[in-house]
């Protein structure tokens, strides 16, 4: 059985850098235990020493809808 806990929020850059940076430290810790904030929860996760990471970006460029870029970072391990 799989649980999803998702938020989705609009951020400043700024906003969006200290989320990322206190995910860093969470990581970089060293505790078994990452907590990681999802809009109004805190979840617990329990990664290895190593995790799978891929980043994927795309940039759009369309005459009638304009421009668009994305950027989609995945970490992923067996605890």
């Not at 799978?52 to 950027?71: F, Y």
Request: hydrophobic share 35%; charged share 35%.
């Amino acid at each position: 059985m799989a649980q999803r806990t998702t938020a989705d929020e609009k951020l400043t850059r700024s906003e969006l850098a200290a989320y990322l940076a206190g995910l860093s430290e969470e990581f970089d810790r060293g505790s078994e235990e990452v907590h990681v904030d999802v809009g109004n929860k805190t979840v617990s996760l329990n990664p290895p020493e190593e995790v799978d990471c891929s980043v994927d970006v795309v940039e759009r460029s369309s005459m009638l809808r304009g421009s668009r870029e994305t950027i989609k970072i995945e970490l992923s391990w067996k605890p």
